[in-house]
């Protein structure tokens, strides 16, 4: 079982959950009993194909790494100022 924590983290595991069920029950479909017992490695290469991961830029990169510094600031700024009048 999987720990969710918040909402947000909840309606992000279930549509991926839900894809990964629909992923296994079209194959289970289409190949009947011929259907093969996959393990986990292998379908992890077969969703790796059908699902090709998105090409990246270095522009793309220094823009994804400058907004997750931004983010880890903010949320550094925000725990700083909560101990501070908690304690």
């Not at 823009?63 to 009048?85: C, F, G």
């Amino acid at each position: 079982m999987n720990e969710v924590r918040k909402y947000p983290g909840w309606y992000h595991h279930m549509p991926l959950c839900m894809l990964a069920h629909f992923f296994l029950w079209h194959v289970k479909i289409r190949l009947g009993e011929k259907a093969p017992a996959l393990s986990l490695s292998q379908m992890r290469t077969l969703v790796e194909v059908v699902l090709p991961l998105r090409q990246y830029t270095i522009a793309d990169v220094l823009a994804l790494v400058a907004q997750i510094q931004q983010r880890n600031h903010r949320a550094y700024l925000s725990h700083k100022k909560r101990r501070e009048t908690e304690g």
